[in-house]
Every structure is written in C-alpha cells, then in structure tokens.
C-alpha cells in the first residue's frame, strides 16, 4: 500500500497540452461546417477532409485571427512569419495520412499564466508555445472492426503547450481551468467540454526529491473535464510511485483515462517527434504578419479574467467566490456592469445571490445548458437598494431573487405581492415591542438582559418579527427593545 509517507519521498512534475478548438464558421483548410456537434457521422466534412486526389487547402484567416488573441490571452509574442508541416502517422482518421501542424515555427511564441488558487495564493506556468493545427477525426472501436467518423477532421485548433511547472494535481486542474477561462473570455473558442472544444493532455512524470532530472512521463490522453485532469494526475502519480518502490521501471508511453473506473490504462508506446517524419507543407504558404495587423486584431481582446480580479478587489469577496463568479463570462459582464452603475453593495449583494445559484463544481457550471441568469442588471440594483433601504430583509430579498428566475416581474412589484416589504416606521414597530415586552412569557429574557445576559435579546426580536408577520424592520426592533429595557 503507498502511504503519504511514502508519496512525500517523491516529486510529481506536470506538464499540459491543451487543444482548444477554434469558433471559427469553417473548418481550417475547407469550407466545411466546423461545428460537428449532433450531425450524422461523415456528414460535415468536404473533399479536402476526405484527402481526395487534387484537393488544395486554403487557410482560414479567421482561424489565424483567434490565434492572434489567444497569444494575447497567454501573454505571448505572435510571430511574424510561421509555417506550416507534414506530422505522418499511419490511422485512418485522417485520410490523406498526415495531420497538417505547426511543429518549427509555430504562431504563437514563450508566454506566461498566472493560475489563482481556492486559497487566494497563486502560481505561475510558463507557456512554452502553442501552435495551429488541424483536428482529425473520431474512430469508434467495435470488437474486431471500427468505424471513422470524420466530421472533426480538418476542425482548427490551437494547442497550447506548458512548461514542466506543475507539481500537485490540484495545481493542475487550477490550470486547466484558468486555461478555460482565458480563452473563453478570449472568445477564441465555444468552451464546449462536453463536445471537446478544449481537451487536456496530462503529462506526469515522478523523481525522488532532490533529483536533478526528471523520470519518464506518460502522457493521459484526451482529458475533457477539470475533475478529470486532477483525478488521472493523482492516479498516475500513485502508480509510478508504487512501481518506482517496487524497483520497476517507468515506460514512456500513452495512456487513457477511463472515467468509470478512475484509472489510467496504456494505450501504446510514445512516439518521438522521428517517429513522426515531419516536414514542411509546400501546399500552405507561410503566415507573414505585420505589427500593425497583429496590434489592431489584439486590441479587440475582451475583457479577461485579471481584469476583473482587479475590479472586483473593492467587493471584498472570498477568492472562492470570485473564482465561482469567473466560470462564465456573461456572469463576470453583469456583476461588473452593476458594480460600474450601481456601486459596490449593489455589486456585492449581486455576486452573493448568484452564488446561491451556481453548481458547486465548476464541471457542472461549464457544462450546463441555461446556465445564464435572466435577470437584468437594473432588477440587481433594484433589489440591493431596496435591501440597503431597509424595505427588504436579507431572507426577503434571497426570495424574490428565486422568483425573479421564474417571472420578468420588478423586485418591488413581486415584494408587494408576497407581502415581503419590511415595515420601517418606528410608531409601528413600537406598537409590536410594547407588546411583546408586556407578555409574560418575556419576563425572564428582560431579567436576563438587565444582568448582562445579551444574547437573548434575540429571542424578543423574533416575537416582534413574529408578531409583524416578519414585515419589522429587525434591527429596528432591536433598537427599540433595548431603549424601553434601559
């Protein structure tokens, strides 16, 4: 059995392959539907993904546009001149029997992302380039036979390429999810994990501590979730720690990760870059850039993650909160857009009640359908005023912020149907506390007060609340009821 003692004799060291599939309207080297997402098999897909004899490829400039804002996104300098090569492999998921790449001059150059953890600290990743490629397609395995679906083949991708600079799966799946966030955000790609719009590749390699260089790594393949990348880097270091204890030796090698059963299994040796005769593409023209071009595609980047980290600083929220809030970028433009025309408290109140809302897991918080609040910011501001103005209690206002889900009502016009408007008016009030003050069953909590027992006075604000059929203004209350115990 591998115990943390054991574990704590060895260092994990991570690097990530992410690739993120580009929102373009086509295909990148075809005039295909490059959205594949519930289409019959083989049914999107044009003579140039086919590999018919004679088809040329024309590049996607809208393709070479996304890739320009995803280096900004990553911090990175954009070449000027790139190209693209020949990577051969012998599968049938891509017919014309190599994938077109970027292998020695890729796009997009070194960068850097800073990766926030739950507990506010954070790290930094060092991005070692990323490079445009076509995707291939999809085989499906039936026993003695397989079938090729190739409506992904010739899909454009970025792939992302990290340094070695992760070290605990937790750290890994932070990564992966800011990876998710920056180009999201980016609006480089759709985010679609469920249909592979961004999918992980997990390098793990395990050394003892104090080691100069780095053991073998295996690859997992084809990652699509943040629990995934997280779960298969903590089994694979599991497992080379136990061989590495038994005297056994580390293979290089690709393997899968299979969700059912929480583990990894090889799949096949790992290629060196030989193994993959490349060359350079002479159907494909080189990529010549300006400055100019580059600054003025760049300078249309939306608003990214740090931005709003740094905005969001005069909230005072907990980095869990944030980090929740960040998921979606249309939850980022609304809290931001009250924070800009409502204020802080507005703002504040505002991120707390979406909170309520949110999968705890940020898997489920991509991955759903209808997620986006239908609320508008003017009905937030409206509701934290009328919470600030004391007209509505906290408990008052989490209630008609659910009902706000299901109707297009006004917060005030649904206060008023359910009767929740708080009462503020101190001659009304009074009248309550003189009541409860007066009934026997309050004697005691009054002696209590008067010795110095505060804590009680809790239990007389609830019999005015009660009394008012929770419409009293609490602190009100308790105002009052101490002026007429003294």
Not at 99 to 112: D, H, K, V
Not at 275 to 298: F, S, V
Request: glycine content about 6%.
């Amino acid at each position: 059995m591998i115990t943390d003692e054991i574990l704590d004799k060895y260092i994990m060291t991570i690097g990530i392959e992410c690739h993120v599939q580009l929102s373009t309207l086509t295909k990148l080297f075809s005039g295909a539907d490059n959205d594949a997402r519930d289409k019959s098999p083989n049914s999107v897909v044009s003579p140039i993904d086919f590999g018919l004899p004679g088809m040329l490829p024309v590049l996607n400039r809208q393709a070479v546009n996304l890739a320009i804002k995803a280096g900004k996104a990553l911090g990175s300098e954009i070449a000027r001149v790139s190209r693209f090569d020949r990577k051969h492999y012998f599968y049938p998921d891509l017919p014309k029997g190599y994938q077109t790449t970027q292998m020695y001059q890729p796009i997009i150059g070194a960068g850097l992302v800073n990766v926030p953890r739950e507990d506010g600290s954070s790290f930094d990743v060092r991005i070692h380039h990323a490079h445009m490629e076509e995707d291939a397609g999809k085989l499906t395995h039936f026993g003695d036979y397989s079938l090729v679906d190739l409506n992904r083949a010739g899909t454009p991708l970025i792939e992302i390429v990290s340094e070695p600079d992760i070290h605990s799966a937790s750290d890994a799946k932070g990564f992966a999810t800011e990876l998710y966030r920056l180009m999201t955000y980016a609006g480089v790609t759709n985010g679609d994990l469920y249909h592979g719009n961004m999918r992980f590749d997990v390098n793990v390699s395990v050394a003892p501590k104090g080691a100069t260089e780095l053991g073998l790594r295996a690859e997992v393949k084809n990652l699509n979730s943040f629990r995934s990348v997280e779960r298969a880097a903590d089994f694979e270091f599991r497992r080379q720690v136990e061989r590495l204890e038994k005297g056994e030796r580390i293979v290089q090698e690709t393997r899968g990760w299979i969700e059912a059963k929480q583990k990894t299994i090889s799949q096949r040796s790992k290629e060196d870059a030989q193994d993959y005769r490349y060359m350079p593409d002479a159907d494909i023209p080189p990529i010549i850039l300006t400055t100019e071009e580059i600054d003025e595609i760049q300078a249309t980047l939306p608003r990214l993650p740090a931005f709003y980290r740094q905005e969001w600083k005069v909230m005072e929220l907990d980095s869990t909160v944030v980090n929740a809030l960040l998921s979606t970028k249309s939850q980022s433009e609304l809290v931001q857009s009250v924070l800009e025309t409502g204020g802080v408290s507005a703002a504040r109140r505002t991120a707390l009640w979406i909170l309520m809302v949110l999968p705890r897991d940020i898997d489920q918080v991509v991955r759903a359908t209808g997620n986006d609040l239908s609320i508008s910011e003017e009905s937030f501001i409206e509701l934290a005023a009328m919470v600030d103005g004391n007209e509505l209690s906290s408990t008052a206002a989490k209630e008609i912020f659910f009902e706000m889900q299901r109707s297009n009502s006004s917060p005030r016009v649904i206060a008023e149907e359910k009767n929740l408007l708080q009462v503020s008016d101190e001659g009304t009030i009074v009248a309550f506390v003189d009541e409860v003050l007066s009934d026997p069953a309050s004697t005691k909590a009054i002696e209590d007060i008067k010795n110095g027992d505060d804590k009680v006075i809790g239990f007389l604000v609830g019999q005015v609340m009660k009394k008012s059929r929770g419409t009293a203004n609490p602190k009100l209350a308790q105002k009052l009821i101490r002026e007429r115990i003294v």
